[in-house]
């Protein structure tokens, strides 16, 4: 009788701990693995992220090494504990799992800017989110404040409402693309969409961005949504608007922060270095202080009035670079988020009886 030997694969179980859901962690587990030809599953719990794994040992080992140095920017890996797999189903090939069940310990992640790869889209006429507010991806976009459970699905978030049309879903489900089970993906199809209302609640005609654009110009306040609640705004190059919302403030003294389009646009205005630059575009998106070139307060009046400093901030939502792409005439591409230009917004919190900070 002839022997049939039977080889088994080496086995593997990961759990990892940290800033690991909401940032993509799964299809970069999915990607990694499919790309050492190892079998298995990803899936986010209680915990964090577990992962169970079979194949040659040394592609396990340089899965180990590979998964802490790649991992997602927005990802921030605390652990990596190895445990037995012996107990585990591993099927022929990997696929993400839905989310166990367990006690929760893990965090939730922060929100984050828009990434370039949106802003692309955002400004592409052609494209099927061209000028689109809730533009996001597994880079970028709501998370913490849209998250109501963990772990971290898209059933367990403000968007579970909304049923992802054939487009949005094929790509949620596709582990090539950036959008793969990223939990806010929408489109003006499917997704939530943005109206302008007047001070007693009624919808405004006409184009919401350029309708809010146009009230800013007349030195009006708007309240504009943002990530974690709504930004009171108006010009900050008028002195009259930046009055108007101080005694609505109740904030005669305290300095106002400004949103400019981009760091040209506030070069005329602060000195920024090295390191303020890094801030300013960081996907947290910071206030940053910097410090005042002569003649700003004349640029800014009443902004910040007797101070050697400014706190100033870039857009990081899409409907805050929608304004300024409507201010600037609504161009194509992103070359213009290069160029300086004029509009400089207050941006503060809308928070009743707050006043200081933003939201």
Not at 82 to 100: K, M, W
Not at 180 to 200: K, Q
Request: net charge positive.
């Amino acid at each position: 009788m002839t022997g049939v030997a039977i080889t088994v694969k080496p086995r593997q179980a990961l759990r990892v701990r940290g800033r690991v859901q909401g940032v993509g962690f799964r299809p970069f587990v999915y990607r990694l693995a499919t790309d050492l030809a190892l079998d298995g599953w990803v899936r986010n719990d209680g915990e964090g992220v577990l992962i169970a794994l079979a194949g040659e040992g040394a592609r396990l080992e340089r899965f180990g090494s590979r998964l802490a140095a790649e991992a997602p920017v927005l990802a921030r890996i605390d652990s990596i504990e190895t445990l037995s797999a012996e107990q585990l189903s591993i099927p022929d090939g990997f696929r993400v799992e839905a989310s166990g069940a367990g006690p929760v310990t893990t965090g939730v992640t922060p929100d984050a800017a828009v990434c370039s790869g949106c802003l692309a889209e955002l400004f592409d006429p052609d494209g099927r989110r061209w000028r689109y507010p809730f533009i996001n991806c597994t880079h970028c976009g709501p998370r913490f404040t849209i998250t109501r459970a963990l772990p971290y699905d898209r059933s367990t978030t403000s968007m579970a409402a909304f049923v992802q049309c054939p487009a949005c879903h094929a790509e949620y489900t596709t582990p090539t693309d950036r959008r793969f089970h990223a939990e806010p993906n929408a489109c003006p199809e499917c997704g939530p969409s943005l109206t302008l209302r007047a001070i007693d609640g009624a919808p405004v005609a006409g184009d919401p961005v350029a309708g809010a654009l146009a009230l800013l110009a007349q030195g009006r306040i708007v309240a504009a949504k943002g990530l974690g609640g709504y930004h009171l705004a108006c010009d900050a190059r008028s002195r009259a608007a930046v009055a108007t919302l101080r005694e609505r403030k109740a904030r005669e003294a305290k300095p106002f922060a400004v949103m400019a389009a981009n760091v040209a646009s506030l070069d005329a205005l602060v000195e920024i270095g090295a390191a303020e630059r890094a801030l300013l575009e960081s996907a947290e998106r910071p206030i940053v202080l910097l410090r005042k070139r002569p003649g700003a307060d004349a640029s800014l009046p009443g902004v910040a009035p007797g101070l050697a400093w400014l706190g100033a901030m870039l857009p990081y939502t899409p409907l805050h670079y929608l304004l300024f792409h409507e201010a600037a005439g609504r161009p194509a591409g992103t070359a213009w988020l290069a160029r300086a230009h004029e509009l400089a917004l207050v941006m503060t919190s809308a928070n009743p009886g707050r006043t200081t900070g933003m939201i």
